[in-house]
């Protein structure tokens, strides 16, 4: 059955909840978090549920849905940043808002240059690999052992994601010992996140595949990530 371009309320909400998960982790990634000796953003909590999202897309709607919903998630985050960077620029109420408040803002919301284009690059590589492994993995496997998409998807999506933020955002910051631990520890966190996870996937997708009556194959898919036409 070829990949639909349907547009049903189970898949707006699944689009909305993974572009919640994104906006979410933008907000909360400025906290440090001891997970026992290894300290990572706070976003590792929610972050990977992306990842989960991005295979349930995948399997039950195609490559081509889940491109358009990955530059969707892309443009909600830019329009995210911006908004936040133009309330930090407006001027403080006199006596209510002052220095002090004014830095907190800017601790807690603020984005540098660098560290934006390490998360915007890493997030649509990351992503659009995921995505492109779990089509070409369905073909393959005939759709079948839908744990083995979900694993390996994450494996090399999550790797490349974890490489290029962590890299792009500290290279020069962390002595390089300590970036490679970093980018390891977060890799293997979000990993370890999916294969736990992997029960709710199988959860998701039953349901929506039954739901929608659907379960396409990206037979003959171009999966060029820049074309959003179908």
Known sequence: MPPSNRTS????????????????????AVKLVDFGPITLPAAVIVFPLS??????????????????VIWLGFACNLVFVLFIAAAG???GAAGLWDANAQNAYQRILGF????????FTAYVAGEFLNSFVMARLKVI????????????STLLGQGLDSAIFITGAFTGILPAGVLVRTILFQWGFKTAYEV???????????????????DPLDVGTDFNPFRLAS
Not at 57 to 68: D, I, S
Not at 112 to 119: F, G, K, N, Q
Not at 205 to 212: I, M, N, S
């Open 51 to 68: 990842y989960l999202f991005g295979d349930v897309l995948t399997e039950v709607y195609g490559y081509a849905v889940t491109r358009r």
């Open 9 to 28: 309320p189970l898949l707006l909400a699944l689009v909305a909840l993974f572009v919640t998960v994104l906006v979410t982790s933008n907000l909360i």
């Open 196 to 214: 736990v996870a992997t029960p709710l996937t199988y959860a998701l997708v039953g349901f929506l595949k039954r739901a929608e009556r659907q």
């Open 141 to 152: 496997t005939r759709g079948r052992w839908l744990w083995t998409r979900t694993i390996s």
């Open 112 to 119: 540098t240059p660098r560290l934006l284009a390490a998360s």
């Open 89 to 91: 620029a407006l001027p």
